[in-house]
């Protein structure tokens, strides 16, 4: 193989397809270069955004390494944390000895977005939310999880977890999109909540007037999730449907974004980070 970038962890706000990396303000991401039978030289530019340090390498440098280049001999494999300095892009290249650049990393450096979430337990006149407060905070912590370690966004919780009785009977399944359900659902929700960027509701099983196959829903400011076999299930399904409220529509990839009936992970890539985090503009 060639000289390359290589990556142990993906879900830091790394998108290998188009090779780039999203750093906090003031944190940093671990990267790698690999390089094979010639040496190259690892080049910050411009660099002010963001810096190399704690480098770590396999066989011993020429020199040593600084904060916007280093020089790494052949069959080598050298570690480095990027280093956010202030929000901006920035690009790392990976240059030969005749000066050509052969591989580059495209560097956003965002600052933190914050974003008040509630979490709701949703019953009605004739049923019990399926879910319990001890299996909704975990699966909160992941959700957070993945929109603050890859797109530097902050989801907090506010308040508890509400418990939310609709006086009404809301039908099983319930069609979230239907105006007079969604009225009486955040008709009973309490004021601390609604007062929240998004809210939450986790129920029994969910439709829609549109798309009857479904298992969450978000209508800009309240998403709902049915109840799925296992956590990471639901956590994807809540990650999703905030994603939607941040801005994100389906995607084709096996990512966080993935369309109904599709296979999901927790990923979300690079035009998808720079659509939610924008403050590297």
Request: charged share 20%; proline share 5%; with cysteine.
């Amino acid at each position: 193989m060639a000289t390359r970038f290589d990556k142990a962890q993906i879900f830091d706000g790394f998108d290998p397809k188009t090779v780039y990396q999203m750093v906090p303000v003031g944190d940093s991401r671990r990267m790698t270069v690999i390089t094979e039978e010639e040496e190259c030289t690892i080049i910050v530019d411009p660099p002010q955004v963001a810096r190399m340090q704690s480098f770590v390498f396999t066989t011993p440098l020429l020199e040593v390494p600084r904060e916007f280049r280093a020089s790494v001999t052949p069959r080598n494999r050298i570690s480095f944390d990027v280093f956010g300095q202030g929000k901006g892009n920035t690009t790392i290249f990976l240059v030969d000895r005749k000066g050509k650049a052969f591989a580059a990393l495209l560097v956003s450096v965002k600052e933190k977005i914050t974003k008040k979430v509630a979490l709701c337990l949703l019953s009605d006149r004739r049923r019990n939310c399926p879910f319990t407060a001890s299996e909704i905070a975990p699966m909160f912590t992941a959700t957070a999880r993945t929109f603050r370690q890859q797109a530097n966004i902050e989801l907090i919780q506010v308040g508890g977890i509400f418990p939310v009785t609709v006086t009404a009977d809301l039908g099983d399944p319930i069609v979230a999109d239907k105006p007079s359900t969604r009225a009486a659902i955040l008709g009973a929700t309490p004021q601390q909540a609604i007062l929240a960027d998004f809210v939450v509701f986790y129920s029994w099983d969910i439709t829609s007037l549109t798309r009857p196959a479904i298992v969450g829903i978000n209508q800009g400011f309240d998403c709902y999730v049915e109840k799925q076999p296992s956590s990471f299930e639901n956590s994807i399904t809540t990650a999703h449907e905030i994603g939607h409220g941040l801005g994100l529509s389906h995607s084709g990839a096996k990512t966080l974004m993935a369309g109904d009936g599709n296979a999901r992970s927790s990923v979300l890539q690079q035009f998808e980070i720079d659509t939610i985090n924008q403050t590297d503009s």
